[in-house]
């Protein structure tokens, strides 16, 4: 089984979806979806990319290149390491990490 199968499944899964939603959402013929889950095929990269958006995961993360699953993570992520370098670019960085801090907090709030 590839990483894209396997992520494929336990992205499924943990929406509690069926094969038959997939199939459904995207137009697509349970035979070919579930060789997609068991490996047997790779869907095209414009599938892939489709998959990504869906599910709100990166494609990087859906090929099995990163374990970094959201965009929000990756880009946390690239931050964090510019704010390591220092400099302005780190002054710059710090700055959107705790502005994206904060408006996590005020969502937390609101959300409550």
Known sequence: ???ISQNLIGLR???N?????????FGLLPRTY?????????????????FAYYYGVTLDYL?????LV????CLREALQMIEE?????????????EEWYYKEQELKVEND
């Open 70 to 73: 959201s965009r929000e993570e």
């Open 63 to 67: 090929i099995g290149q990163t374990d």
């Open 13 to 15: 899964r943990a929406r």
């Open 34 to 50: 579930a060789r997609y889950e068991t490996g047997l095929r790779v869907p095209s990269l414009e599938l892939l990319g489709e």
């Open 17 to 25: 979806l069926e094969r038959k939603d997939i199939c459904k959402a």
């Open 1 to 3: 089984m590839t990483s």
């Open 85 to 97: 370098l220092g400099g302005v670019a780190g002054e710059i960085a710090t700055s959107a990490l």
